[in-house]
């Protein structure tokens, strides 16, 4: 029943990677490393036009939404699955209805057709949310590990979603060493360019300058990568 809720515009092949990246936009205040002074998460531009106040209301809002959210799996968990599916139903038209999860190992020869037949829009999903990733970690080891665990996970669940099975060049040269490590470079470079330069521009931005500018973290934080 779960992956049947995922099904209306929420394929299980992306939302693990949606929750990551939420997770990471709450966490995020707290990677900065020790030695540098910094004004502001750069992960986060939305923190120079908000005040800290709504900054942490939204913050409460996200871990509020989580812990119905998993409230809410362990009440469909105590029901049968028929039950659930006749639930999800009336959440939205589009669920609780048979859906045709697609398999991308139908044909796995090296051909152009099959490779170009291969790239979707789950292509850009990855090299975007690996870009965001990238981004908040700042640690190239780091995130090409996290890319390779989750494709590892994919293959875990390969028996029991048709959506994961991909052929061996999709997984390694689209993924992992395609549109992941991509995004994963990128994101680093575009992190620490970030991290570099964002107190000199705000600094230099009128906005430094409203009641709303965040508060200053300097060396003396406990917090480090």
């Not at 986060?44 to 509020?64: D, E, Y």
């Not at 699955?81 to 045709?100: C, I, M, Y």
């Not at 780091?142 to 989750?150: E, H, I, K, R, S």
Request: charged share 15%.
């Amino acid at each position: 029943f779960f992956f049947d809720a995922m099904s209306h515009g929420w394929l299980a092949h992306s939302t693990h990677r949606r929750l990551t990246i939420c997770s990471m936009w709450q966490r995020g205040p707290h990677l900065q490393p020790q030695r540098v002074p910094v004004d502001i998460p750069v992960f986060c531009p939305m923190r120079l036009l908000v005040s800290k106040r709504i900054f942490q209301g939204l913050t409460h809002a996200l871990n509020g939404l989580f812990a119905l959210y998993v409230a809410f799996l362990v009440a469909a968990l105590s029901v049968s699955p028929q039950t659930a599916r006749e639930f999800l139903g009336h959440v939205s038209d589009g669920l609780g209805k048979p859906f045709r999860e697609l398999g991308y190992d139908g044909d796995c020869s090296l051909s152009a057709v099959a490779i170009m037949g291969a790239v979707d829009i789950y292509c850009l999903i990855h090299f975007g949310v690996w870009v965001a990733v990238a981004m908040v970690l700042r640690r190239m080891r780091a995130v090409v590990l996290l890319g390779v665990f989750y494709e590892a996970l994919e293959y875990a669940f390969r028996p029991l979603l048709p959506n994961f099975r991909e052929c061996w060049w999709d997984t390694w040269v689209l993924d992992v060493f395609g549109c992941n490590l991509i995004g994963q470079a990128l994101g680093c470079a575009l992190g620490w360019w970030l991290y570099n330069q964002h107190e000199q521009q705000l600094k230099a931005h009128p906005l430094g300058f409203l009641p709303s500018r965040l508060p200053f973290v300097g060396p003396t934080s406990t917090s480090t990568i």
